[in-house]
């Protein structure tokens, strides 16, 4: 099993220190024609995947009062779409072709929301992946991107649904807790203390995403 490292985000002080310094690009409006889950980088041998959607999910969701900009797919080879897979790779260390299943781009506000021109809004991917080559990487991802920093965030197991406490894991990081530990229906392993990342942990109690993009995770 690989050595994952996880971004958390606490607030948006942590979140621009435990992030790389590079910025977030920008999203294309354009929708994409429904597809099946797309295998990205080079193949291999194959590999028994893990349950898939019997139909395609769904490109695109309109604004709600819980999805303030709505959220979309990007279209396949996009930098947007490109972007959030390179991030867990960064982060994950994982190798080899990823098995798209569903991926959601939105917008919205920081939590807890900030008055700062450069952190009042951060752009956010919802992925469900496996690796082709191991299907036992297999995950739900959210990953962030600020202007001066990107990261996954949290995890929560394949199988899981929707925006639910206790399904969404962050963990922080500390010098006591250093050691990569295995954990249920999470692949590989994870460094530092893991939290309700849904209802907020580690001493705080402020939600992982803010009311005004939580509904855009609705129906995943």
Known sequence: ????????????????????RDGAGSLSVTAPPPVSPTVVGATTSPAPPPPTPATPPPTDGPATPTCV???????????????????????????GPLVVVDMRSFAGPESPPSE???????????????????????????????????????VASYRSHGWRSPDWIGFQWNSAETTPKAYPGLP??????????????????IPGLPRDVAGCLNGT
């Open 69 to 95: 900009g709505g959220w979309i797919t990007p279209p396949r080879s996009s930098q947007p779409y490109l972007q959030p897979l390179g991030i867990i790779r960064r982060t994950t260390g994982v190798d």
């Open 116 to 154: 700062q021109g450069y952190i009042a809004e951060v752009q956010r991917w919802y992925v469900k992946l496996y690796a082709k080559d191991d299907p036992a990487f297999q995950g739900r991802f959210l990953v962030e991107a600020r202007r001066f920093g990107r990261g996954v965030s949290a």
């Open 188 to 205: 590989g392993l994870w460094e530092g203390v893991p939290y309700d990342f849904v209802k907020g942990g580690g001493g705080l109690t």
């Open 1 to 20: 099993m690989r050595r994952l490292r996880l971004a958390v985000v606490l607030i948006a002080a942590v979140a621009l220190a435990a992030c790389s």
